[in-house]
């Protein structure tokens, strides 16, 4: 089945602590996307990326980092740097570039801060 | 003027009936509109998307497009209590078309 994976399902993190949270596809899609959501607000893009090796911010990606070495990966690394880090991360992917296509999420991970 | 409106609701509606959920935007230069259904605790789900003024129909639902109001709804018939979920509106940027801008999302609950 193709679809968008993310995992870990639920993260927690000590202070001061890096954390990955992983999106892999297989719908050979070009873009690749992570949002925030937190209660009450709609999503809100962090980073995003058309190609590989490349990728650009979005509009929140203050204490957040990500790679795009592989097209069908996405990983998003949370800081220390993120005061705030409580939220619903959620990555979705989209055709190729340009082509109006929607975007189509994965389930999602819910991080928390211990 | 936030860049993308809804009324966060919640809009009860009985089951059988019509369910309008609305939205407005301010990008004057949008070509791209898309409708996501998102259960709770759960990640949005597409179900409908729209490129051209007037209606476009899947099943129950239809999304309607007005640009010169920067105006697009959607339409879901015979409403179910399954229906109940939040809804997000999504517009395409013009400024930068890699980028989707969302509402806070109006969120419908279908009553037995």
């Known amino acids: 089945d193709g679809g968008i994976t993310q995992s870990p399902k639920y993260l927690f993190r000590k202070e001061g602590q890096n954390v990955t949270l992983s999106c892999e596809q297989n719908l050979n899609h070009d873009a690749m996307y992570w949002y925030r959501q937190d209660p009450g607000q709609g999503l809100r893009l962090i980073y995003y990326?058309?190609?590989?090796?490349?990728?650009q911010k979005g509009d929140i990606a203050e204490g957040y980092s990500v790679s795009r070495e592989k097209k069908e990966s996405f990983p998003l690394t949370v800081t220390s740097a993120q005061k705030n880090p409580t939220a619903f991360y959620l990555c979705a992917s989209s055709a190729r570039r340009g082509t109006g296509q929607p975007q189509h999420f994965g389930d999602g991970t819910r991080l928390s801060i211990l | 003027q936030k860049e993308v409106e809804q009324n966060s609701g919640p809009l009860s509606v009985p089951e059988g009936a019509i369910a309008s959920l609305n939205c407005t935007y301010s990008d004057r230069g949008s070509q791209s509109f898309f409708w996501y259904r998102q259960y709770s605790g759960k990640s949005p789900e597409l179900i409908m998307f729209?490129?051209?003024?007037g209606d476009k129909e899947d099943g129950r639902f239809t999304a309607q497009l007005n640009k010169a109001s920067q105006y697009v709804s959607l339409l879901i018939r015979d409403s179910q209590p399954s229906d109940s979920a939040t809804y997000l509106c999504a517009v395409r940027s013009s400024y930068n078309t890699d980028k989707l801008i969302f509402g806070t999302g109006t969120r419908l609950q279908v009553f037995p």
């Open positions: 729209i490129y051209s003024n």
């Open positions: 990326s058309q190609i590989v090796n490349d990728f």
